[in-house]
């Protein structure tokens, strides 16, 4: 991810040096190149379980199995009252991805897929006496 990062910055353009720039703007204006690469994997992958818990499906062997769950159906499922979050997943779902990070979220995506997250939400908040699951996994 830095990698693909640094080399848009080469060229001054790229769909990735944009949300390092918005990031950089709204949100922490001392954010380094480092920073927002593992920032942004990480809202990536909260992107992808937020959207996996409003698939109503129960876990399946395959994404297509999954009521389709995949990182192309996953902007979908994000609430339209996450902004940023909904702008970044726009480009996870529909943009033209660099190749290693097409890869890597349709891994996250399959694991998701299979897992029964009703079930770890349940029992996280049963044994985490009440407190949020999706601030925790973030």
Do not use: C
Not at 43 to 60: D, E, L, N, Q
Not at 68 to 74: I, Q, Y
Not at 87 to 112: H, K, R
Request: without cysteine; hydrophobic residues 40%.
């Amino acid at each position: 991810m830095a990698l693909e990062l640094r080399e848009q910055e080469k060229q001054g353009k790229g769909d990735i040096l944009g949300f390092y720039h918005a990031f950089k703007e709204y949100l922490i204006a001392d954010l380094s190149l480092e920073q927002f690469a593992d920032l942004y994997a990480q809202t990536v992958t909260y992107g992808m379980f937020a959207a996996r818990t409003r698939t109503k499906t129960v876990p399946a062997a395959s994404a297509a199995q999954a009521g389709g769950f995949d990182r192309r159906s996953a902007f979908d499922r994000i609430p339209r009252t996450i902004g940023l979050l909904r702008d970044l997943f726009q480009y996870i779902s529909y943009g033209q991805l660099p190749e290693p990070l097409a890869w890597m979220t349709d891994d996250i995506a399959e694991v998701l897929a299979a897992a029964d997250v009703r079930k770890l939400l349940d029992q996280f908040y049963r044994d985490g006496k009440g407190r949020d699951p999706i601030v925790h996994f973030y």
